[in-house]
């Protein structure tokens, strides 16, 4: 079954402790990003990556860090959490039909509380 | 830098068509139009996408307007699944590919 998986799906950590949200896509997608998403403010984009080793900030890349070693894994990570960034993290993956992005495939969300 | 606006909410009758819609009044050349739903906390659904000639599937269907300032989606007969936030989004080309602008999107309630 195509999908997008997440992990964790829910989280509850403290102010600094460095954590790593995962995302994995079974697609051969070139493209993956990743969105947060607040009440009122809808989905924002905070980095995407258009293949292996390419990435780039969306509209709020502050504070988080991404890597693309792989075509199928693109973790979020979160180097000294603030309780800013409690939200709700979407991961996205599509593929590139030549200039322009595909239809995105969403995970199923990671529920972010930072205390 | 908001490239699309859209109403806050609606609201639609059971069984009646649902029309949305959408300004993109900066849309430039190639940019296609997209729409996406979320179901309460759900990840985003793909629904339709265009460019320039309206649009049909299974789902919708996409009017967007000659000189591609504005669409609309239309959910023919809607029903209480219908009921999420809609999301009209522009998708960038050439340097700002990958760049997707989600907006606040269109609180839809479908009532019985």
């Known amino acids: 079954e195509a999908q997008v998986t997440q992990n964790p799906r829910y989280l509850i950590t403290v102010t600094g402790k460095k954590l790593t949200v995962t995302c994995s896509q079974n697609m051969n997608h070139e493209y993956m990003s990743w969105y947060r998403q607040d009440p009122g403010l809808g989905l924002r984009q905070i980095y995407y990556s258009m293949n292996v080793e390419v990435t780039d900030k969306g509209d709020v890349p502050e504070g988080y860090k991404v890597s693309r070693k792989e075509k199928r894994n693109f973790p979020l990570i979160l180097e000294s959490p603030s309780p800013n960034q409690t939200s709700l993290y979407f991961c996205?993956?599509?593929?590139?039909?030549?200039?322009?992005?595909?239809?995105?495939?969403f995970g199923p969300g990671t529920r972010l509380t930072v205390l | 830098d908001a490239k699309t606006t859209q109403p806050t909410s609606m609201d639609c009758a059971e069984g009646r068509a649902a029309n949305l819609p959408c300004n993109h009044s900066?849309?430039?050349?190639?940019?296609?139009v997209y729409w996406y739903r979320q179901i309460h906390s759900q990840g985003p659904q793909y629904i339709i996408h265009g460019l320039k000639n309206n649009e049909t599937n299974e789902m919708a269907s996409l009017i967007i307007t000659e000189d591609r300032k504005s669409s609309t989606l239309i959910l023919p007969h809607a029903t209480l699944r219908d009921t999420a936030v809609y999301y009209c989004?522009?998708?960038?080309?050439?340097?700002?590919?990958?760049?997707?602008?989600f907006g606040r999107g269109t609180q839809l309630t479908v009532w019985p």
């Open positions: 996205a993956s599509s593929a590139l039909a030549g200039s322009r992005t595909d239809t995105q495939y």
């Open positions: 989004i522009v998708a960038g080309r050439g340097s700002t590919l990958g760049r997707l602008y």
């Open positions: 900066t849309i430039s050349g190639n940019e296609y």
